[in-house]
């Protein structure tokens, strides 16, 4: 059963989840505007456009492959309940406040692997001004969000009973 506390927690942490991986949608939409607006001019050339865009779509589609497995080793309840929380001096004495931590430490950690991509792709798009590849990025950004989404209650429900059974 879940309490109505992990349940608040659990919603807190799909918030977040899309909240932060929708960020580059939001970055291509203001990136768009201000390139139509004529405000950004394109302070270089990494790459020509085809091969940009030949490198951004496979660094996105390799992503996504990787998204789901590399979702599933992070938010294992097993790995959870053995990590350490690095910055944490006085860990709660609660399994269940335990769990949660852990829990949320784990999405952070997710987060900043996930979105590696999307934001070189961000700064790359700023760079040379192309907006369609802002654009695009955005919306890779948001499936892959759907892609590598944990069951944040029931991680937390397993993480929990684990961390029962070794204390």
Known sequence: MVSSTKGNVAGQLRMLWFLILSVPLL????????????????TG?????????????????ITLLVA??????????????AMTVQGHTNLPEDPQQLAELK????????????DAVSMILIGVSVFQADAQL??????????????????????????????????
Request: hydrophobic share 55%.
């Open 27 to 42: 970055a291509g939409v203001g990136l768009t505007l201000v390139i139509h607006q004529g405000l950004l001019q394109a």
């Open 45 to 61: 050339q990494l790459l020509p456009r085809p091969t940009l865009w030949t490198v951004a779509m496979v660094a996105m589609v």
């Open 68 to 81: 789901r497995p590399l979702s599933n080793w992070l938010f294992s309840p097993e790995r959870l309940a």
């Open 103 to 114: 829990t949320r430490a784990s999405m952070f950690m997710a987060l900043g692997m996930l």
């Open 134 to 167: 802002a654009l695009l990025n955005g919306v890779y950004a948001l499936v892959l969000a759907a892609v590598a989404k944990p069951d944040f209650s029931t991680l937390i429900r397993e993480t929990l009973g684990l961390l029962r059974q070794q204390s």
